[in-house]
T-cell receptor, first 114, second 116 residues
Framework: AQSVTQPDIHITVSEGASLELRCNYSYGATPYLFWYVQSPGQGLQLLLKYFSGDTLVQGIKGFEAEFKRSQSSFNLRKPSVHWSDAAEYFCAVGAGAAGNKLTFGGGTRVLVKP | GAVVSQHPSWVICKSGTSVKIECRSLDFQATTMFWYRQFPKQSLMLMATSNEGSKATYEQGVEKDKFLINHASLTLSTLTVTSAHPEDSSFYIC????????????FGPGTRLTVT
């Protein structure tokens, strides 16, 4: 069975600083990988996804992620964090024939200091 | 576009009663809808997958007789928690997939259920 690990439960970063959120997955086949953001009172929003091709994926809100098969990782990065980026971030792997059965990591809560 | 709503957003019920949660895709048709459960400060756990007009597929360990899922139309799925108990208190989130092969799910804002 697939699994996803987000080693960092909380991360505090200063506004304007760079951010990197770690994600490691375990899956027997080629994974479909996703990053979602959850803000209070709002549904999860897809930041970016990887299925195949270029291992550096660009997403919305200035986020990017890099798929590294050798490390089973899919880390999320943003060069300069804004106060509005404070939220909970989830990495997920999609399994099943359609790749749409998502297994989520435990999440990383990002706090942004002014 | 691609908005998913849930109703109610918050519900309190007494132990032993049943509660129905609605999930609607407002501006697209969803061939597949998913129901997740999220405990406080924890991740989402997939409960079941439902396709319009067919029976839901439940994940291992999820009681199908307790969590009744109906996907009667391409824009509406319902989750009914039957004979609710305090341990069923949780945050329930649905998502909808626009079409097969879209590989993208749109999530509702969630419903917080408290059973007293």
């Amino acid at each position: 069975a697939q699994s996803v690990t987000q080693p960092d439960i909380h991360i505090t970063v200063s506004e304007g600083a760079s951010l990197e959120l770690r994600c490691n997955y375990s899956y027997g086949a080629t994974p479909y990988l996703f990053w979602y953001v959850q803000s209070p009172g709002q549904g999860l929003q897809l930041l970016l996804k990887y299925f195949s091709g270029d291992t550096l994926v660009q997403g919305i809100k200035g986020f990017e992620a890099e798929f590294k098969r050798s490390q089973s990782s899919f880390n999320l990065r943003k060069p300069s964090v804004h106060w509005s980026d404070a939220a909970e971030y989830f990495c997920a792997v999609g399994a099943g024939a359609a790749g749409n059965k998502l297994t989520f990591g435990g999440g990383t809560r990002v706090l942004v200091k002014p | 576009g691609a908005v998913v709503s849930q109703h109610p957003s918050w519900v309190i019920c007494k132990s032993g009663t049943s509660v129905k949660i609605e999930c609607r895709s407002l501006d697209f048709q969803a061939t597949t809808m998913f129901w997740y459960r999220q405990f406080p400060k924890q991740s989402l756990m997939l409960m079941a997958t439902s396709n319009e007009g067919s029976k839901a597929t439940y994940e291992q360990g999820v009681e199908k007789d307790k969590f009744l899922i109906n996907h009667a139309s391409l824009t509406l799925s319902t989750l009914t928690v039957t004979s609710a108990h305090p341990e069923d208190s949780s945050f329930y989130i649905c998502s909808a997939e626009p079409g097969q092969g879209s590989y993208e799910q749109y999530f509702g804002p969630g419903t917080r259920l408290t059973v007293t």
